[in-house]
């Protein structure tokens, strides 16, 4: 059977592959927005032990490898709180969550400490309250500034979900290896996978910078780069 | 089993072999990354069409595939054409792909950032093109370079990790056996996650003592 | 005058910063529809001085009173006082991540509670005042120091409040641009706002004030209306700090 015959055999396959692929993306960058966006509050505002706590957290997930966690979590802390039976999928996902969620906080404390003073000040003259003048003055312009940074975080957090397959996610290169093994064609496949690979890595940068032209504000103008 | 006599007369002992190869993995790895790093930034910005062309198309490559499949065809792929790579060669020439693409843009970016000015005053004193390269332009990008290319070796500590999955019995897989055979998955992850932790803030200390003996006065 | 007209009463403010004592002891009065205007050298504490009032800078001691009511240790109410002392900053403080007209009606909303379609219309009400209603859509970014400086006093006077602060509103534009904030701040003056000015420019300080402060290393030194400062032996040590200035 020829290359181009294979393929096509077991395309649906390796759809399914890019499908869990891209949702452990979008855990990987919502669940870290979840926990990385308040963390990154907490870091600045919050009183010292909270500070502490979330600046343990970021050193943790920040200095441990993505293989280690994901085998400390699916192979230790879940089977020993009762939770054996719980799909890689979910280990992963949240794993990927937690881990980006640490960089993710780096990124918005950044954002949030380039704001302006005066932005604060302007808002307490005109009566708001603290929290009303984060929520309202300063978390938004946070956001247009990180947001360049954020995207840059996809293309990383994309080529890391690959290592879930250490914990059998029949992710994208899972799925690749399944056929590698099956044909004893290993060359082609890799190759291929790792097109889609780029495939995803473009079309996903496209889309992120197409948000970015659509929040863009006067004054917050600046591009992620990409290669 | 008492936890801490496992740590200490199992756990420790087991894992100081694999500590022994994952610190093999990042000393053959770290320099090539950052000398092909920074041939590869120089091509980029020096380079005619073509080299241009071809620097940005590895680091894009490199960048983009993830890097455990970059291990796997290294390893299980070149087979299929007639190359075998023993598991720690082709662990070190991915880390060197890989880690010499993210080193690149690092050097790229410090080398844009040098004043046009620079440049000018070289090839007016009758230095060649390359000279300037060698003797103006990378010395000062080489140092802004540094707080992204210690970024890159924190990173490079922590993704060595993936050389268990090609079989290379490194840090994490000295772990790996060790838990899968005492059934300690807890104890022994976390005890190698506090090994990584230490590398790397070790690193991060280290990185801001070596930052502040090569700064220039500015 | 009866004390019913006094909208403003400070009383004592120290504050120091680290061991610099930056106000030692500040107390005046000020009255409905007054305007007073502080000068002195940089550094003698006349933005502090007006930050102290509206307490986004602490008094160490010393209590403002906004039409009786202690503003000073006010606690939680403290949102509910500021809502009342407009203020206008020397690098305009605009949000920037909104529009001009967004930028007016957002403690409107915020602060107030209005409805969305009633700030929006007290804001282009505001803006108008201040001659910007044509660059509502703009964001800070697209507009000149002066029409920002424009854009700030409208947001602080939508909140109605009952005095304004300017903390040299002046001082951050290109001379080319101060007139069209100082006309503003005139017509304001007209309009009978209470409020107290920090400024270096001494021509419009003469112009507008209905006394003049002169504040040295913590305090108030001399005081007066513009009338006596030719002459008054209150003035002495103002006319000597005034006399660089060509304008005089």
């Known amino acids: 059977m020829d290359l181009s015959a294979i393929l096509i055999d077991w395309l649906p396959f390796l759809v399914t592959g890019i499908i869990a692929t891209l949702g452990l993306v979008l855990s990987a960058l919502g669940v870290g927005f979840i926990i990385g966006l308040p963390a990154a509050i907490g870091q600045v505002y919050g009183s010292r032990p909270v500070a502490f706590l979330i600046n343990v957290y970021i050193w943790f997930f920040r200095g441990l490898p993505l293989l280690v966690l994901l085998f400390l979590f699916y192979f230790g802390i879940f089977p020993a709180i009762g939770l054996g039976d719980v799909s890689p999928f979910v280990v992963g996902a949240l794993v ?33 309250s603290r929290t009303q003048a984060i929520r309202h003055i300063v978390l938004p312009q946070a956001l247009l500034i990180a947001l360049p940074g954020w995207s840059n975080e996809y293309p990383t957090v994309l080529t890391d979900t690959s290592v879930c397959y250490a914990i059998g996610v029949a992710e994208l290169l899972t799925r690749a290896s399944v056929i590698v093994s099956t044909e004893y064609i290993a060359m082609p496949i890799y190759l291929a996978c790792a097109g889609l690979y780029l495939i995803l890595n473009y079309a996903g940068m496209k889309a992120l910078h197409l948000l970015e032209r659509r929040v863009s504000v006067p004054g917050f103008e600046s591009g992620s780069n990409w290669t | 089993m008492d936890q801490i006599a496992f740590i200490v007369e199992i756990l420790l002992p087991a894992l100081w072999g694999g500590f022994v190869v994952t610190l093999g993995l990042i000393a053959c790895t770290a320099p090539f990354g950052v000398l092909i790093g ?10 005619n069409r073509p080299v241009q062309y071809l620097c940005r198309a590895y680091v894009t490559f490199f960048k983009g595939c993830p890097l455990l499949l970059l291990l796997f065809i290294l390893y299980f792929g070149l087979p299929s054409v007639g190359i075998s790579l023993s598991p720690f060669v082709a662990a070190v020439l991915g880390f060197i792909f890989c880690n010499s693409a993210y080193d690149s843009e690092y050097i790229r970016g410090s080398i844009r950032s040098i004043k046009e000015g620079q440049f000018t005053a070289g090839l007016a004193l009758g230095m060649s093109r390359a000279q300037v390269i060698r003797h103006v332009i990378l ?50 992850f976390f005890v190698v996650g506090l090994v990584y932790l230490f590398l790397v803030t070790l690193t991060t200390i280290g990185a801001h003592l070596l930052e502040r003996r090569v700064s220039l006065p500015s | 005058m009866t004390t019913d007209d006094i909208i403003l009463r ?30 002195g050298p940089s550094g003698t504490g006349k933005s502090t001085l007006l930050r102290c009032i509206n307490q986004l800078i602490v ?41 001009a ?54 947001r602080a006077l939508a909140m109605d ?22 006309e503003v701040i005139r017509s304001l003056a007209r309009a009978g706002m209470t409020m107290l000015i920090v400024t270096h420019e001494m021509r419009f300080a003469l112009s507008i004030a209905d006394e003049l402060l002169f504040m040295e290393h913590g305090r108030i030194l001399e005081s007066g209306s513009p009338a006596e400062l030719a ?18």
């Open chain 2, 38 to 47: 920074a041939a590869v930034a120089v091509g980029r910005v020096y380079g």
């Open chain 2, 139 to 188: 010395p000062q990008a080489m140092r802004r370079s540094i707080p992204g290319l210690v970024n890159e070796f924190v990173y490079l500590i922590k993704y060595s990790s993936l050389a268990y999955m090609i079989t290379v019995i490194e840090l994490t897989g000295a772990g790996k056996m060790v838990a899968t055979r005492y059934f300690t998955y807890n104890e022994t």
């Open chain 1, 96 to 128: 990927l969550g937690l881990h980006g969620g640490a960089y993710q906080a780096e990124i918005f404390r950044g954002a949030i400490l380039s704001i302006d003073e005066g932005q604060m000040t302007a808002a307490r003259s005109l009566g708001m």
């Open chain 3, 59 to 99: 008094p160490d001691a010393g209590r403002v009173y906004l039409h009786g009511e202690e503003v000073t240790h006010a606690g939680a109410k403290i949102n509910q006082y500021r809502a009342k002392i407009g203020m206008v900053f020397q690098n305009f403080n605009l949000f920037d991540h909104l529009t």
């Open chain 3, 231 to 248: 002459t008054s032996p209150n003035f002495e040590r103002t006319r000597q700090f005034a006399g660089r200035f060509a304008e005089l």
């Open chain 3, 161 to 182: 409040p009952d005095v304004m602060l300017f903390d040299e509103p002046t001082s951050a534009l290109d001379p080319e641009l101060t007139g069209e904030v100082l």
């Open chain 3, 10 to 39: 400070v009383e004592g403010l120290h504050k120091s910063f680290g061991s610099t004592e930056v106000l030692k002891g500040v107390s005046f009065t000020v009255r409905k529809g007054e305007t007073k205007v502080f000068i």
């Open chain 3, 101 to 154: 007209v967004r930028n007016v009606e957002i403690a409107l909303i915020k602060v107030k509670g209005m409805k969305e379609n009633e700030a929006r219309e007290k804001a282009l009400f505001e803006l108008r005042r201040v001659g910007m209603e044509d660059r509502a859509d703009h964001y800070p970014a697209q507009l000149s120091g002066g029409q920002a400086q424009r854009v700030s006093i409208a």
